[in-house]
Protein backbone atom coordinates (compact mmCIF):
# COMPACT_ATOMS: atom_id res chain seq x y z
CA UNK A 1 0.00 0.00 0.00
CA UNK A 2 1.15 3.30 -1.17
CA UNK A 3 2.36 5.49 2.27
CA UNK A 4 1.48 8.87 0.99
CA UNK A 5 2.33 11.94 3.32
CA UNK A 6 -0.54 14.49 3.09
CA UNK A 7 0.30 16.86 6.63
CA UNK A 8 -0.38 19.91 4.50
CA UNK A 9 -3.64 19.20 3.93
CA UNK A 10 -5.11 18.00 7.30
CA UNK A 11 -2.74 21.77 9.16
CA UNK A 12 -4.85 23.95 6.39
CA UNK A 13 -8.09 22.35 7.41
CA UNK A 14 -6.99 23.24 11.32
CA UNK A 15 -6.52 26.42 9.98
CA UNK A 16 -9.97 27.18 8.69
CA UNK A 17 -11.27 25.88 11.62
CA UNK A 18 -9.42 27.95 14.24
CA UNK A 19 -10.58 31.01 12.01
CA UNK A 20 -14.17 30.29 11.71
CA UNK A 21 -13.84 29.74 15.61
CA UNK A 22 -11.93 33.45 16.08
CA UNK A 23 -14.33 34.73 13.60
CA UNK A 24 -17.60 33.52 16.05
CA UNK A 25 -15.63 34.87 18.84
CA UNK A 26 -15.04 38.57 17.59
CA UNK A 27 -18.97 39.12 16.20
CA UNK A 28 -20.22 42.17 17.83
CA UNK A 29 -23.63 41.74 20.13
CA UNK A 30 -26.91 42.71 17.91
CA UNK A 31 -29.82 43.90 19.91
CA UNK A 32 -33.92 43.79 18.85
CA UNK A 33 -35.62 46.70 17.85
CA UNK A 34 -38.60 45.47 20.23
CA UNK A 35 -36.66 46.60 23.89
CA UNK A 36 -36.83 50.12 24.31
CA UNK A 37 -35.19 52.62 26.83
CA UNK A 38 -35.24 55.93 28.14
CA UNK A 39 -32.72 58.07 27.18
CA UNK A 40 -30.72 60.70 29.18
CA UNK A 41 -32.56 63.67 27.37
CA UNK A 42 -36.09 61.70 28.08
CA UNK A 43 -36.21 60.54 24.55
CA UNK A 44 -37.53 57.53 23.90
CA UNK A 45 -35.16 54.89 22.07
CA UNK A 46 -34.50 51.42 20.27
CA UNK A 47 -32.06 49.44 22.64
CA UNK A 48 -30.95 46.61 21.42
CA UNK A 49 -30.45 43.00 23.56
CA UNK A 50 -27.92 41.38 23.42
CA UNK A 51 -27.81 38.20 21.58
CA UNK A 52 -25.83 35.38 22.08
CA UNK A 53 -22.49 34.79 19.94
CA UNK A 54 -23.34 31.29 19.39
CA UNK A 55 -26.54 32.14 17.71
CA UNK A 56 -24.42 34.21 14.97
CA UNK A 57 -23.13 32.07 12.00
CA UNK A 58 -19.76 33.19 10.77
CA UNK A 59 -19.98 34.44 7.54
CA UNK A 60 -18.34 31.67 4.40
CA UNK A 61 -14.49 31.97 3.68
CA UNK A 62 -14.36 33.13 0.86
CA UNK A 63 -12.11 31.50 -1.98
CA UNK A 64 -11.39 27.45 -2.93
CA UNK A 65 -11.22 25.24 -0.50
CA UNK A 66 -7.85 24.35 0.78
CA UNK A 67 -8.48 20.89 0.25
CA UNK A 68 -8.90 21.49 -3.33
CA UNK A 69 -5.40 22.95 -3.88
CA UNK A 70 -3.44 20.96 -6.36
CA UNK A 71 -0.34 21.61 -4.96
CA UNK A 72 -1.18 19.88 -1.94
CA UNK A 73 -3.46 16.80 -3.54
CA UNK A 74 0.00 16.13 -4.60
CA UNK A 75 -0.54 12.55 -6.93
CA UNK A 76 2.46 10.97 -9.06
CA UNK A 77 1.95 11.69 -12.46
CA UNK A 78 0.42 8.39 -14.39
CA UNK A 79 2.11 8.85 -17.46
CA UNK A 80 4.93 7.12 -18.65
CA UNK A 81 7.91 9.41 -18.69
CA UNK A 82 11.59 7.64 -19.98
CA UNK A 83 14.88 9.02 -18.29
CA UNK A 84 17.86 8.32 -20.17
CA UNK A 85 21.30 9.17 -18.10
CA UNK A 86 24.75 8.69 -20.34
CA UNK A 87 27.89 9.10 -17.82
CA UNK A 88 31.52 8.39 -17.43
CA UNK A 89 32.86 6.75 -14.20
CA UNK A 90 36.57 7.90 -13.18
CA UNK A 91 36.99 4.55 -11.11
CA UNK A 92 39.66 2.19 -10.17
CA UNK A 93 39.61 -0.99 -8.89
CA UNK A 94 41.17 -2.59 -5.32
CA UNK A 95 41.20 -5.71 -3.39
CA UNK A 96 42.79 -8.92 -4.22
CA UNK A 97 42.70 -12.34 -5.84
CA UNK A 98 43.20 -15.81 -6.08
CA UNK A 99 43.44 -17.48 -9.63
CA UNK A 100 42.97 -20.71 -10.56
CA UNK A 101 45.41 -23.21 -10.90
CA UNK A 102 47.24 -26.29 -10.06
CA UNK A 103 47.26 -27.83 -13.41
CA UNK A 104 49.53 -28.04 -16.48
CA UNK A 105 52.52 -28.74 -14.44
CA UNK A 106 51.91 -25.03 -12.47
CA UNK A 107 52.57 -25.00 -9.07
CA UNK A 108 49.98 -26.23 -5.96
CA UNK A 109 50.35 -23.53 -4.22
CA UNK A 110 48.25 -20.61 -4.86
CA UNK A 111 48.91 -17.13 -3.57
CA UNK A 112 46.16 -14.16 -3.03
CA UNK A 113 47.85 -11.41 -4.40
CA UNK A 114 46.64 -7.75 -4.03
CA UNK A 115 45.71 -5.84 -6.98
CA UNK A 116 47.58 -3.16 -6.18
CA UNK A 117 51.14 -5.29 -6.71
CA UNK A 118 49.48 -6.11 -10.16
CA UNK A 119 49.54 -2.09 -11.12
CA UNK A 120 45.87 -2.51 -12.11
CA UNK A 121 44.21 0.11 -9.44
CA UNK A 122 44.67 3.24 -11.44
CA UNK A 123 41.69 5.45 -12.19
CA UNK A 124 40.06 5.21 -15.83
CA UNK A 125 37.11 6.79 -17.62
CA UNK A 126 34.68 4.37 -18.26
CA UNK A 127 31.27 4.37 -19.81
CA UNK A 128 28.98 3.77 -17.43
CA UNK A 129 24.68 4.30 -17.87
CA UNK A 130 21.48 4.63 -16.62
CA UNK A 131 17.71 4.30 -18.12
CA UNK A 132 14.73 4.53 -15.83
CA UNK A 133 10.78 4.23 -17.25
CA UNK A 134 8.55 5.26 -15.14
CA UNK A 135 4.80 5.75 -14.32
CA UNK A 136 2.72 6.71 -10.75
CA UNK A 137 5.29 4.88 -8.24
CA UNK A 138 6.46 2.00 -10.26
CA UNK A 139 9.71 2.69 -12.02
CA UNK A 140 11.86 0.16 -14.12
CA UNK A 141 15.53 0.62 -14.24
CA UNK A 142 18.64 -0.23 -16.14
CA UNK A 143 22.20 0.29 -15.04
CA UNK A 144 25.63 -0.79 -16.82
CA UNK A 145 29.54 -0.06 -16.75
CA UNK A 146 32.98 -1.62 -17.87
CA UNK A 147 36.06 -1.15 -16.92
CA UNK A 148 39.51 -2.04 -18.64
CA UNK A 149 43.02 -2.48 -17.53
CA UNK A 150 45.76 -3.67 -19.46
CA UNK A 151 49.49 -3.23 -17.12
CA UNK A 152 53.13 -4.66 -16.36
CA UNK A 153 54.13 -5.21 -12.61
CA UNK A 154 57.48 -5.60 -11.18
CA UNK A 155 56.60 -8.14 -8.16
CA UNK A 156 57.52 -7.35 -4.75
CA UNK A 157 58.47 -10.74 -3.52
CA UNK A 158 57.67 -14.14 -4.69
CA UNK A 159 54.26 -15.10 -5.85
CA UNK A 160 51.91 -17.44 -7.12
CA UNK A 161 49.01 -16.63 -9.40
CA UNK A 162 47.37 -19.40 -10.65
CA UNK A 163 50.10 -21.33 -12.62
CA UNK A 164 51.99 -18.86 -13.20
CA UNK A 165 55.09 -18.44 -10.22
CA UNK A 166 56.76 -15.04 -10.22
CA UNK A 167 60.30 -14.10 -8.00
CA UNK A 168 60.70 -11.03 -6.84
CA UNK A 169 61.71 -8.77 -9.41
CA UNK A 170 60.14 -10.61 -12.23
CA UNK A 171 57.37 -8.47 -14.58
CA UNK A 172 54.03 -9.75 -14.74
CA UNK A 173 51.46 -8.30 -16.62
CA UNK A 174 47.77 -8.50 -15.73
CA UNK A 175 44.69 -7.79 -17.77
CA UNK A 176 41.47 -6.78 -15.87
CA UNK A 177 38.03 -7.13 -17.25
CA UNK A 178 35.07 -6.10 -15.41
CA UNK A 179 31.68 -5.49 -16.24
CA UNK A 180 28.67 -5.26 -14.47
CA UNK A 181 24.64 -4.56 -15.31
CA UNK A 182 21.46 -4.19 -13.46
CA UNK A 183 17.62 -5.01 -13.64
CA UNK A 184 15.72 -2.99 -10.81
CA UNK A 185 12.16 -2.38 -10.51
CA UNK A 186 11.39 0.57 -7.97
CA UNK A 187 8.03 1.10 -5.78
CA UNK A 188 7.18 5.04 -4.38
CA UNK A 189 7.01 4.57 -0.50
CA UNK A 190 6.71 8.75 -0.04
CA UNK A 191 5.97 11.23 -2.30
CA UNK A 192 5.78 14.42 -0.38
CA UNK A 193 5.82 18.31 -1.61
CA UNK A 194 7.48 20.42 1.70
CA UNK A 195 6.99 23.85 0.49
CA UNK A 196 5.95 26.39 -2.33
CA UNK A 197 7.24 29.42 -4.24
CA UNK A 198 4.38 32.02 -5.10
CA UNK A 199 4.17 31.31 -8.80
CA UNK A 200 2.73 27.69 -7.25
CA UNK A 201 6.81 25.85 -7.78
CA UNK A 202 7.63 23.11 -5.47
CA UNK A 203 10.36 24.90 -3.04
CA UNK A 204 11.00 21.20 -1.79
CA UNK A 205 10.19 17.78 -2.86
CA UNK A 206 10.95 14.27 -0.83
CA UNK A 207 11.02 10.88 -2.19
CA UNK A 208 11.60 7.40 -1.31
CA UNK A 209 11.68 4.63 -3.02
CA UNK A 210 12.38 0.83 -2.58
CA UNK A 211 14.11 -1.46 -5.14
CA UNK A 212 14.65 -5.12 -5.72
CA UNK A 213 16.15 -6.85 -9.11
CA UNK A 214 19.16 -9.20 -10.11
CA UNK A 215 22.83 -7.66 -10.59
CA UNK A 216 25.38 -9.46 -12.80
CA UNK A 217 29.21 -9.36 -12.30
CA UNK A 218 30.78 -10.60 -15.43
CA UNK A 219 34.99 -10.57 -14.83
CA UNK A 220 37.93 -11.67 -16.59
CA UNK A 221 41.31 -12.03 -15.50
CA UNK A 222 44.68 -12.52 -17.50
CA UNK A 223 48.38 -13.26 -16.18
CA UNK A 224 51.81 -13.40 -18.42
CA UNK A 225 55.11 -13.48 -16.99
CA UNK A 226 56.83 -11.66 -19.47
CA UNK A 227 60.02 -11.35 -18.24
CA UNK A 228 62.21 -12.75 -14.96
CA UNK A 229 63.92 -15.62 -13.44
CA UNK A 230 61.36 -17.96 -12.33
CA UNK A 231 60.38 -20.97 -14.52
CA UNK A 232 57.16 -23.00 -15.45
CA UNK A 233 54.41 -22.04 -17.20
CA UNK A 234 54.27 -18.30 -18.00
CA UNK A 235 50.22 -17.83 -17.91
CA UNK A 236 47.28 -18.27 -16.11
CA UNK A 237 43.77 -16.86 -16.64
CA UNK A 238 39.95 -16.40 -15.32
CA UNK A 239 37.23 -15.76 -16.97
CA UNK A 240 33.28 -15.52 -14.32
CA UNK A 241 30.41 -15.10 -14.66
CA UNK A 242 28.05 -13.80 -11.08
CA UNK A 243 24.49 -13.41 -10.86
CA UNK A 244 22.92 -12.33 -8.10
CA UNK A 245 19.58 -10.90 -6.41
CA UNK A 246 19.83 -7.09 -4.78
CA UNK A 247 17.42 -5.25 -2.59
CA UNK A 248 17.60 -1.60 -1.36
CA UNK A 249 16.44 1.63 -1.40
CA UNK A 250 16.27 5.35 -2.75
CA UNK A 251 15.89 8.49 -1.48
CA UNK A 252 15.64 12.44 -3.41
CA UNK A 253 15.19 15.98 -2.71
CA UNK A 254 14.49 17.86 -5.24
CA UNK A 255 14.55 21.74 -4.44
CA UNK A 256 13.07 24.54 -6.90
CA UNK A 257 12.31 21.96 -9.17
CA UNK A 258 16.12 22.68 -10.38
CA UNK A 259 18.10 21.15 -8.05
CA UNK A 260 18.50 17.41 -7.02
CA UNK A 261 20.47 15.39 -4.17
CA UNK A 262 20.06 11.49 -4.33
CA UNK A 263 21.69 8.49 -2.42
CA UNK A 264 20.84 4.64 -3.14
CA UNK A 265 21.99 1.69 -1.12
CA UNK A 266 21.49 -1.44 -2.48
CA UNK A 267 22.77 -4.78 -1.74
CA UNK A 268 22.87 -8.62 -2.81
CA UNK A 269 23.85 -12.30 -1.93
CA UNK A 270 23.91 -15.50 -3.99
CA UNK A 271 24.93 -19.21 -1.77
CA UNK A 272 25.40 -20.67 -4.93
CA UNK A 273 28.60 -22.40 -6.50
CA UNK A 274 29.59 -19.05 -7.97
CA UNK A 275 28.99 -17.63 -4.58
CA UNK A 276 28.62 -13.78 -4.69
CA UNK A 277 28.49 -10.80 -2.35
CA UNK A 278 27.77 -7.51 -2.85
CA UNK A 279 26.86 -3.82 -1.74
CA UNK A 280 26.50 -0.92 -3.84
CA UNK A 281 26.44 2.85 -2.50
CA UNK A 282 26.18 5.57 -4.35
CA UNK A 283 25.40 10.01 -3.93
CA UNK A 284 25.30 12.42 -6.27
CA UNK A 285 23.65 15.73 -7.27
CA UNK A 286 22.07 17.15 -10.44
CA UNK A 287 21.34 20.56 -11.61
CA UNK A 288 18.33 20.73 -14.10
CA UNK A 289 18.31 24.30 -15.83
CA UNK A 290 15.73 23.24 -18.27
CA UNK A 291 12.74 20.77 -17.43
CA UNK A 292 14.31 17.86 -20.00
CA UNK A 293 17.83 18.47 -19.33
CA UNK A 294 20.42 18.43 -16.70
CA UNK A 295 23.30 17.69 -15.73
CA UNK A 296 25.16 15.60 -12.35
CA UNK A 297 27.94 14.26 -10.93
CA UNK A 298 27.93 12.19 -7.73
CA UNK A 299 30.05 9.39 -6.44
CA UNK A 300 30.03 5.14 -6.44
CA UNK A 301 31.92 2.41 -4.58
CA UNK A 302 30.40 -1.16 -5.33
CA UNK A 303 32.41 -4.00 -3.12
CA UNK A 304 31.69 -7.31 -3.92
CA UNK A 305 33.10 -11.09 -3.10
CA UNK A 306 33.11 -13.36 -6.29
CA UNK A 307 34.16 -16.90 -5.83
CA UNK A 308 33.76 -20.43 -7.25
CA UNK A 309 35.53 -23.60 -7.49
CA UNK A 310 37.53 -25.33 -4.61
CA UNK A 311 41.16 -26.28 -3.80
CA UNK A 312 43.85 -25.34 -6.25
CA UNK A 313 40.91 -24.39 -9.13
CA UNK A 314 39.68 -21.83 -6.51
CA UNK A 315 38.23 -18.38 -7.69
CA UNK A 316 38.63 -15.68 -5.17
CA UNK A 317 38.39 -12.02 -6.09
CA UNK A 318 37.41 -9.49 -2.66
CA UNK A 319 37.33 -6.38 -4.10
CA UNK A 320 35.73 -3.36 -5.16
CA UNK A 321 35.20 -0.28 -7.88
CA UNK A 322 35.29 2.90 -6.40
CA UNK A 323 35.43 6.92 -7.78
CA UNK A 324 33.41 10.29 -9.19
CA UNK A 325 31.23 9.63 -11.50
CA UNK A 326 29.50 12.67 -14.17
CA UNK A 327 27.18 13.31 -16.91
CA UNK A 328 23.80 14.03 -18.24
CA UNK A 329 20.24 12.99 -17.96
CA UNK A 330 18.00 13.48 -20.34
CA UNK A 331 14.01 12.99 -19.92
CA UNK A 332 11.09 12.38 -22.39
Not at 59 to 74: I, Q
Not at 116 to 124: C, V, Y
Not at 134 to 141: D, E, I, M, Y
Amino acid sequence: MTMECRAAPVFALVFVAATSTLAAARVQPEWPTNVRANSSAGVTTDVPAPVSPASVSPAPASGPDASDDPRLNFTPDEQWTLRVEPSVWFVSPGGDLILPGGSGGGPTQIDRVEISDLNIDTPRLSPYGKLHLRTGNFQLGLMGFSYSIDRDATMPRDVVLGDVRANAGDVLRTGLDYASFEAEGLYRIIDRPIGFLSDGRRTLMSSVDLLAGIRVHDVAFEVDRVRGTATGPSSASADEIFVEPIVGVRGELEFDETFNVHVQLSAGYWPTEQEVLSWDVSAGFAYRPVPNLGVQIGYRQLAFRLESGEGAERFNYRGSLAGLYFGLFLRF
